[in-house]
């Protein structure tokens, strides 16, 4: 298999990018629903690992992150599944967790776990810009891109941030925690536009996107969209039978956002 980089996602098209946390239910059906998206368009694979205290996250996610840890999920075990998903799926995937689990997992072994695992990088939504090297050093060192997260707030660091940012730029559409929105009133289009002056990068917008509408309305103004609570509700609603709705729900987004 020739390798895989993040860019890939961005090459042919707009791309959809669908998030699932990793145990919820349980191991072998995200493996699974994976699967099932890249089946159903995915251009890219947002792996959440849990964590206790996720603080981006809101009640959808946080919730997700809890079934997974009291259902035994382990980082470790994440990486086999990964490993196994990696004979199945070619589409570039990032884990998206928080500096702790990195911590107290060892820096140098999670991030030679998670290359000789298959994934691309990383997203780190409590690690601030300013601590970042401290990542994505070790991170380069293993074939890794941090992935930067820049916020509606940070209009005077996006250009920063945007000069050394990797893989792609996740624009976090509203302020607050994930989840869905009715509609979603940042100016985006400016915080792309700002990201494109320093710096020429594919960016994803992120955050509150639960329609198909909403992500072809988003992709329009960007290169991409990801979508998370919307399809983490699926698995809290169906546990195991989540695969299937799951899988009509990535397919509809999927196309809308390839058409934008």
Do not use: W
Request: proline fraction near 5%; charge should be negative.
């Amino acid at each position: 298999m020739a390798e895989i980089k993040i860019a890939d996602a961005f090459a042919a098209h707009k791309a959809f990018i669908p998030f699932i946390t990793c145990g919820d239910p349980d191991l072998p059906t995200t493996e699974e629903i994976v699967v099932k998206m890249v089946e159903a368009g995915a251009d890219l694979v947002e792996l959440g690992i849990p964590f206790s205290d996720p603080t981006a996250e809101g009640p959808v996610i946080q919730g997700a992150n809890l079934r997974a840890l009291t259902g035994g999920v382990t980082t470790d075990k994440i990486f086999d599944m990964v490993k196994d998903l990696r004979t199945k799926v070619s589409i570039p995937m990032v884990f998206m967790t928080y500096a702790n689990v990195v911590y107290s997992y060892g820096m140098e072994r999670f991030m030679t776990n998670a290359a000789s695992a298959g994934v691309q990088g990383l997203i780190l939504p409590d690690v601030p810009y300013e601590e970042k090297e401290e990542f994505a050093v070790p991170a380069k060192a293993h074939g890794l891109e941090l992935v930067s997260l820049i916020a509606p707030t940070s209009h005077d660091r996006i250009r920063t941030i945007a000069k050394s940012a990797e893989g792609f730029v996740y624009c976090v559409s509203s302020l607050g925690v994930t989840g869905m929105r009715t509609e979603i009133t940042t100016d985006v289009k400016a915080m792309v536009d700002l990201v494109k002056s320093e710096n020429n990068i594919p960016c994803a917008i992120g955050f509150g996107i639960s329609t198909p509408e909403q992500a072809a309305d988003m992709a329009g103004k960007s290169d991409g969209a990801i979508v998370g609570s919307a399809i983490v509700k699926l698995c809290e609603k169906y546990g195991r039978d989540a695969v299937g709705p799951i899988y009509e729900l990535v397919k509809s987004m999927a196309d809308a956002v390839h058409e934008a």
